[in-house]
């Protein structure tokens, strides 16, 4: 079975910073990955994903992750956080269902970023 | 845009109620998800449906049961309620096979 590990529960950066979230997955195959993002009493919005191809995966609001299979990692980077981005970050890896959907996604346990001005 | 509505933003209800929760999708998907989302837990499948009148069991169903009678709707209905369902419950959808979709979430909680 999948499994995602953050092992950041809070982080705290100040505005301007560079960021960088770390995710670690374990799944048998190919991964499929994903980065999602919650803002407090929100549902989740996608920020980029990594299906195949290129392993450095650009996404929307500055932010970008490299895949590297040998370390199973998927970290989430942005060279300038803004304070708007503070919010709870999701790594998630996804695995077949039904046969052809990647819908069964399994998350990490969540890290929370704050920002200071 | 996708859009996943969740009918009930903030629900109380009294242990061993039955509870409904209503989701709605407008994208045509196929699959449709029920997670449940607690503090330092993240995010965990209830049930999932690739197909109308399908449905699959998810990493954590017991005491829920979910209908998908339309393409467009996946329902997850609480039996009996009990204190430790208290949550935030999250509907989402996708088509195949692509990304997922959330709604906004449901906070139920269980007195």
């Known amino acids: 079975a999948q499994s995602v590990t953050q092992p950041d529960i809070h982080i705290t950066v100040s505005e301007g910073a560079s960021l960088e979230l770390r995710c670690n997955y374990s799944?048998?195959?190919?991964?499929?990955l994903f980065w999602y993002v919650q803002s407090p009493g929100q549902g989740l919005q996608l920020l980029l994903k990594?299906?195949?191809?290129?392993?450095l995966v650009q996404g929307i609001k500055g932010f970008e992750a490299e895949f590297k299979r040998s370390q199973s990692s998927f970290n989430l980077r942005k060279p300038s956080v803004h304070w708007s981005d503070a919010a709870e970050y999701f790594c998630?890896?996804?695995?077949?269902?039904?046969?052809?959907?990647?819908?069964?996604?399994?998350f990490g346990q969540g890290t929370i970023l704050t920002v200071h001005p | 845009d996708v859009k996943v509505t969740q009918s009930s933003r903030y629900l109380v209800k009294r242990t061993g109620e039955k509870v409904f929760l209503e989701c709605v999708q407008d994208?045509?998907?196929?699959?449709m998800f029920w997670y449940r989302q607690d503090p330092g837990l993240g995010l965990r499948l209830i049930y999932f449906?690739?197909?109308?009148?399908?449905?699959e069991k998810g990493d954590i169903p017991e005491g829920y049961s979910v209908s998908r009678e339309k393409k467009e709707r996946f329902s997850l209905i609480l039996e009996s309620a009990s204190t430790n369902q208290t949550s935030m419950y999250l509907c989402?959808?996708?088509?195949?096979?692509?990304?997922?979709?959330f709604g906004e979430g449901s906070w139920l909680t269980v007195v």
């Open positions: 799944y048998g195959a190919t991964p499929y």
């Open positions: 449906s690739y197909d109308v009148k399908m449905k």
């Open positions: 989402a959808s996708s088509p195949l096979p692509s990304t997922i979709y």
């Open positions: 998630a890896v996804g695995a077949r269902v039904g046969g052809t959907s990647y819908g069964k996604l399994t």
């Open positions: 990594y299906f195949s191809g290129d392993t």
């Open positions: 994208m045509d998907h196929e699959n």
